[in-house]
């Protein structure tokens, strides 16, 4: 989540009493930095624009002073000088933070850092939330993709990891053009799988490109597909291929993906977790198939993968879960060309029901909706209960009528912290 800053930069910034009046100048012997040992001295001189030997006034070490002061880098800073010595105190900033790229077409890592750092001698991989280095590190990026001829404006705000309310990085982000995933290029597709494949990527491409999770996005979309069709080993790893294309009033990223098809497998079975939150005869039941094993689940006549991954999900959000994750490990019996899993579940912590809010709505229907509904707040969260709220009234009443003529929408809001769930539902008209 990005964060708005705002422009207050506190730093304290002290000055020796003894200093020499402003129009005096003085021959600086030797300069020295205190405090600060993560910052070489090559650094501080360079960021401060002192040499050593210089004559200076006071007023002239004040502002080399104030070119560090304006950084952001440092807390507290003070100088003093006895006539031979300049001696520069300070103290590190509270917190500074790695930069996060958010749809910029840069690699981050070394090499951004090492481009940075050439250019700014106090950036080690972080910069402070406000100051004169986060306003450095942006227009560097903004040239940096000028010279791949992109003219783009780039923001920078907090950013916060989801479920989080401390800010972990700065998030620099192109606010203008729009960046979006251009063409992507298919390599080692079988020909009787190429032309799915690349109707799938095609469909995974029309989204906005995004530095950190483009890439993993492509891979699991092809990834996931390949499984439907038997290809459950398959290895798929996406990259940049190619400069931006600047096309019309947007950047476009082209990607290639490298595909290893692997050989093709049967679905067999599915293994649960013991003591999990479902049992197998629920399962075969939303699939439609039966089982004599009370351990595993046979999955045949077109039931699939995605297709026993999304029940045992939605039977988890059912509980209340809904953070879960449910992993699927395979396990190959190459001899009979047969793969079977077992599942992973994950559920995380277990949601309420918070405030129910109804829009869109007379009076007199919103009564009657609450007077219906049946999950008070502090009950385990269900959104197939919602779902069944709407589709079990019935055409007989005059509540199911209402809900058959018009369509029925929900929203939710749930807070990672207090694990409460608040849902709007809205009535509109049909189309």
Known sequence: MRRPISLFLSALVLFSAALPLAAQKFQAKNIVFKGVPE?????????????????????????????????????????????????????????????????????????????????????????????????????????????????ATVTVLPYSAPGAKDVSAMDFAIESPPVRVGEIHLEGVSPEMQAKAKSVADLAGKADFNTESSAGNLEHALSLFYS??????????????????????????????????????????????????????????????????LETLSIKGGVTLRTALLYVTGECKSKGYMECVVTPHPQYDDANSVVNYTFEIQTGPAYTMGNL?????????????????????????????????????????????TFAALNCRYKLAANPETHIVDVTLTLERKQ
């Open 39 to 151: 910052y070489s001295e090559e650094e501080l001189l360079a960021a401060s624009g002192l040499k050593k030997g210089a004559t200076l006034t006071a007023a002239e070490m004040n502002d080399h002073l104030k070119l560090l002061v304006d950084s952001g880098v440092f807390g507290s800073l003070k100088y003093s000088f006895d006539g031979a010595n300049l001696v520069y105190t300070m103290t590190p900033a509270a917190t500074l933070y790695p930069i996060r790229l958010e749809n910029l077409p840069l690699a981050p890592g070394k090499d951004l850092d090492a481009k940075l750092h050439d250019r700014f001698p106090l950036y080690h991989g972080k910069v402070p939330s406000e100051g004169g280095l986060l306003e450095n590190v942006r227009s560097a990026l903004e040239q940096l993709l000028a010279a791949q001829g992109i003219n």
């Open 228 to 293: 439907e069709e038997g290809y459950s080993s398959v290895k798929v790893h996406a990259e940049q291929s190619g400069n931006p294309i600047v096309a019309g009033d947007a950047v476009e990223i082209p990607f290639k993906l490298t595909i290893v098809e692997g050989r093709h497998y049967a679905l067999g079975t599915i293994r649960l977790p013991s003591g999990e939150l479902l049992t197998l005869a629920d399962i075969n039941k939303a699939a439609g198939v039966t089982s004599t094993s």
């Open 357 to 401: 809010k109804i829009d869109n709505v007379s009076d007199d229907l919103r009564a009657a909706m609450l007077a219906a509904w049946k999950l008070p707040a502090g009950a385990v969260f269900s959104e197939k209960a919602i779902r069944d709220y709407f589709s079990s009234q019935g055409n007989k009443t005059p509540l199911g009528r």
